[in-house]
DNA sequence: ATTATCTATAGATCTATAGATAATGC
DNA sequence: ATTATCTATAGATCTATAGATAATGC
C-alpha cells in the first residue's frame, strides 16, 4: 500500500520536529530548553510538536528505540552458532557505535528509558532486547550461559552496565571508548558463562 | 555550634518541602505534579520550594543520597577482611533494603542520578559510591578483585545493574526481590573475583 | 461527508525577581 | 546594619482544546 499524500507530509513533519528537537536538546539541554525553540526551527506551530510528541521523553524514547534497531540489526547478522563472547561484544559494541557522537544525550535517553521500564509495558517496543534476550535463552538451553536469571534480567542487567559505561565515558571523552567496552564483554562473559 | 533559631526553621521548612514533594510524586508521577500541591502540603509559598530546591530532580537527587547514606553505613560496618562476595551482597542488600517500599519512585530517582553523574563533577556528593569503589580497589590490591577496569567503573557497574534488578522487580512485586539481589551478587562476584 | 493534521489561543503552571520580615552579628 | 529566609507577583512557557483546512473514502 504506497502512502498518501496527507500520511507522507505527517511523516515528513514528524521527521522535521524529532530532528530539530534533538538539535535544541543539545544545545540547551533537555530539561531547560524550550519547546518553542524545537517548534521555530521545525516551522510548525507548538501545538503541532504535542500532536506528534505528547512530552520530551517521547522524543528520547524514539531516539533510544533507533539506537536498538541498530542493535537488533546487529544482532540478526549474528551467526546461527554464535559464541556468548560474540554476543555481548556485539551488544556492547553496537550500543558504543550508536552512542559514540550523542554523548550529551545518552543520560537523558537511557533515564527516559528507565521510566518506560518502570510504567509502560511495552514489550514490542523494545524488540532488540527481546531480542538479545531470545539469544540469551537459546545459549542457556545449549548449557552455554548459567541459568540463574530470566534471560530478560540478565539483557537488562548486562545492556544497563553498558550504558552506565558509556555515561561515565561522556566525563572522559579522551579515554578510548570502543576498547573500554569490549573489555567489558569479557567481564560479563565471567559472570554468565557456565564453569 | 548550637543551630540557630533560623537553621532551624530553614531545616525544619527544607524536610516538610521534601516530604511533601515525595508524597506528591508518589501521589501524581514526578513528572506530571504540580509544584503548587507540594508548596500547599508544605503550607509555604511555591517560590520556597524552589529557594531551597532549584529543580524536582534536585529532590530526587537528595532520596538518592539518602539511599546512598544507608548504603555508606553498611560498609562501614563491613569487617576489616570482608571478602569480596561480603562487599557485593551488602551493595545489593542495603540498596534492596532502601528502596523496597519506594518502588514508585526508583527509576525517576535513578534517571537523577544518572543525568546528575553525565552533568556534574560531585566526588563527595556521592561518598558511598566513593567506598564502595576504595573497597574494591583494596580487594584489587590484595589480589582478590580483577584488575580490567578502575574501581570506580566497577562500582558504578555493579550498582546499576542492583537498580535495574530493582526496577525491573517493580512490575513483579509477587516476587521476592532479597533473594534475587542475593544471586545477582553471586554472578557479580564470578564476573569480578580473580581465576 | 468524514477524518487527520495542524493552528490559534485561553487558561494553567512555572520561573525569575523585587521586596518583606525577622534573625544575626557588630 | 546586614543577611537569610520566605512571599507576592510579573512575565514566560506549557498544556488542553476549539476550530480551520485539506486529504480521504464513499
Known amino acids: 500500500m504506497v502512502p498518501g499524500v496527507r500520511?507522507?507530509?505527517?511523516?515528513?513533519?514528524?521527521?522535521?520536529?524529532?530532528?530539530?528537537?534533538?538539535?535544541?536538546?543539545?544545545?540547551?539541554?533537555?530539561?531547560?530548553?524550550?519547546?518553542?525553540d524545537i517548534a521555530r526551527i521545525a516551522e510548525v506551530s507548538r501545538a503541532a510538536f504535542y500532536f506528534h510528541f505528547p512530552t520530551k521523553d517521547a522524543v528520547l524514547l524514539q531516539l533510544a528505540h533507533e539506537g536498538e534497531e541498530q542493535l537488533l540489526k546487529a544482532l540478526e547478522a549474528l551467526p546461527a552458532d554464535h559464541t556468548l563472547l560474540q554476543l555481548l561484544e556485539t551488544v556492547a559494541g553496537a550500543q558504543g557505535t550508536f552512542w559514540k557522537d550523542k554523548r550529551e544525550l545518552v543520560a537523558d535517553a537511557y533515564g527516559a528509558?528507565?521510566?518506560?521500564?518502570?510504567?509502560?509495558?511495552?514489550?514490542?517496543?523494545?524488540?532488540?532486547?527481546?531480542?538479545?534476550?531470545?539469544?540469551?535463552?537459546?545459549?542457556?538451553?545449549?548449557?552455554?550461559a548459567i541459568r540463574d536469571f530470566a534471560?530478560?534480567?540478565?539483557?537488562?542487567?548486562?545492556?544497563?552496565?553498558?550504558?552506565?559505561?558509556?555515561?561515565?565515558?561522556?566525563?572522559?571523552?579522551?579515554?578510548?571508548?570502543?576498547?573500554?567496552?569490549?573489555?567489558?564483554?569479557?567481564?560479563?562473559?565471567r559472570s554468565l558463562k557456565p564453569d
Chains 1, 2 share one sequence.
Request: glycine share 4%.
Open 7 to 36: 500520511e507522507k507530509q505527517r511523516e515528513e513533519t514528524r521527521r522535521r520536529l524529532y530532528e530539530a528537537a534533538l538539535e535544541v536538546f543539545r544545545r540547551d539541554g533537555v530539561q531547560t530548553c524550550r519547546i518553542d
Open 113 to 144: 528509558v528507565l521510566r518506560a521500564i518502570a510504567t509502560v509495558s511495552d514489550a514490542e517496543y523494545f524488540q532488540s532486547r527481546n531480542r538479545f534476550a531470545g539469544q540469551l535463552k537459546r545459549l542457556q538451553d545449549k548449557g552455554l
Open 151 to 189: 534471560p530478560e534480567v540478565m539483557a537488562e542487567s548486562v545492556l544497563s552496565s553498558v550504558m552506565i559505561i558509556i555515561i561515565g565515558w561522556v566525563r572522559t571523552p579522551e579515554a578510548p571508548l570502543e576498547q573500554h567496552l569490549k573489555k567489558a564483554a569479557q567481564v560479563f562473559l
